[in-house]
């Protein structure tokens, strides 16, 4: 079954590896993204070259943010930008389309370039300018945003490095000359050029390949997060005694009487505003440890590779044992139902357990399961779309063949804290929203502690296993499977 850039173009997955290029998925992202310290701290020059460009591109927009208002034709010509889905890489859970960035971003963006950051470019304390500053400060703009900013301004680079690949490894039949959008910017026109690669392409749409050494996973390294939880050190690092003296004292000002975390957040954001140095004393930090970034990322995405790539592999391999699997003429619940046990047996019987775990320990993430579950569906006469909204709040996923026949799945960890609630109201909510009666929800265990937690609300609402409800012994230490106990 073709589920990688390897299975589509059928290369050998090592020559990928040889070449430190990531074997992505053609049927869903994967989650990892491009972290522009990757570029920054990394030996290869090219790869700084291009942290330098984007830097350049942000000195731009900082240079016009002076020069007065925007005009919003030039404003959305120089801020916005669509997510770069043709590298296959994001926390989209069906397929490989985005958001992108629009009028929040651009507005943070524009409006921190002339105000706290107007000394970007021209840092005296920490080695570069870092265009993750904005998250740093700015609600609402992450590892996402960041990421697609950096993607779009090295979209020129990723273009090429896939079309050095495609001429050394794929034929002629297996890629076309298209025309790319914006792969780079004119500073005399000030306007973006477009350009002509020869890329391979699927579905009538070319593909980006992305080296592995830029690639991370969770977080950039610079991130808001590390910001508030080691705010304390940065401020006392501060060789400036008056400064850190007025830091620390305004920060304890803003704090109320048993300050909970939401409260220490604000404080900190607060505290930033009044002395954006701060970010500048941070970010030296971790420029100063960039070689951490680097063992992080690569373990990040070598975890990925393990578990939604040779462990995805292996658990499609035992599904597709099962002919009767493909070729359904059943309706969506019992379709969705019957790749359901699937999944439960190989991951009881079959040692796909293991695709949560690393070096022994439990990995305990739903998404995760989502991912493996939407990667595994195929040979189907079905639609599959996740993240389903009618206004009662997004489904995992709703497996549809027109307006009369529809299944909801939903997907949940036993150690979720909201499990009874979840059990209890919401997929009947999304049902209601979704005008559907049919619906299952799967729940993974870890161990009997948790069976036993799951079989306690069962029994408080009423619950039974069948084909709205299915439990997955995901317990290493033991593979009698706990869901098929009753005491």
């Not at 591109?57 to 900082?62: A, D, G, T």
Request: charged share 25%.
């Amino acid at each position: 079954m073709n589920i990688y850039f390897s299975d589509f173009f059928n290369i050998n997955p090592a020559v990928l590896e040889e070449n430190g290029t990531f074997n992505i998925s053609l049927i869903n992202d994967l989650p990892l993204f491009i972290d522009p310290f990757l570029l920054f701290n990394s030996k290869n020059e090219n790869f700084k070259k291009l942290h330098d460009e984007i830097i350049e591109y942000v000195r731009f927009l900082r240079e016009m943010a002076f020069a007065g208002e925007i005009k919003k034709g030039l404003l959305i010509n120089w801020f916005f930008f669509p997510e770069v889905k043709q590298n296959w890489l994001g926390y989209s859970k069906t397929g490989n389309r985005g958001s992108g960035l629009g009028q929040i971003f651009a507005d943070a963006l524009h409006g921190n370039l002339s105000s706290i950051f107007r000394n970007f470019g021209n840092e005296e304390i920490t080695q570069s300018s870092h265009l993750e500053k904005l998250c740093l400060i700015k609600d609402g703009v992450g590892r996402d945003n960041i990421s697609d900013f950096t993607t779009n301004l090295i979209k020129g680079f990723l273009c090429n490095y896939t079309e050095i690949f495609s001429e050394k490894y794929l034929s002629e039949s297996q890629v076309e000359k298209v025309m790319v959008r914006h792969v780079k910017f004119n500073y005399r026109t000030r306007s973006w050029e477009n350009k002509e690669f020869s890329l391979p392409t699927i579905d009538g749409d070319f593909i980006l390949l992305t080296p592995k050494e830029i690639l991370t996973k969770d977080d950039t390294w610079i991130n808001r997060n590390d910001l508030v939880g080691d705010f304390k050190n940065v401020a006392d690092s501060i060789k400036n005694v008056e400064l850190r003296g007025l830091i620390n004292d305004y920060f304890l000002r803003m704090l109320p009487l048993s300050p909970k975390k939401k409260e220490i957040n604000h404080a900190v954001t607060y505290t930033i505003h009044k002395f954006p140095e701060l970010i500048d004393h941070y970010i030296k930090y971790k420029e100063d440890h960039g070689d951490e970034a680097e063992k992080l990322s690569s373990l990040k995405v070598l975890e990925t590779e393990n578990i939604f790539i040779h462990r995805i592999k292996e658990l499609v391999q035992s599904l597709s044992i099962n002919t009767n699997y493909h070729h359904t003429n059943s309706n969506t619940l019992e379709e969705a139902y019957q790749r359901v046990l699937y999944l439960k047996q190989v991951i009881e019987n079959n040692d796909g357990y293991k695709i949560f775990y690393i070096d022994g320990q439990p990995i305990k993430r739903e998404a995760d399961l989502q991912l493996m579950f939407r990667l595994t569906w195929y040979g189907t006469k079905s639609d599959v779309n996740s993240e389903v909204n009618n206004g009662r709040g997004p489904v995992d996923y709703k497996i549809s063949r027109g307006n009369s026949d529809s299944t909801l799945v939903e997907f949940k960890l036993a150690s979720n804290s909201k499990l009874k609630q979840n059990l209890a109201n919401q997929v009947q909510v999304y049902q209601k929203a979704n005008n559907t009666k049919k619906s299952i929800k799967v729940i993974l265990c870890f161990n009997v502690n948790e069976f036993d937690k799951v079989f306690r609300i069962m029994k408080e609402l009423g619950l039974k296993e069948g084909n709205e409800l299915v439990l997955i012994d995901a317990d290493s230490t033991s593979k009698t499977s706990a869901s098929n106990v009753r005491s």
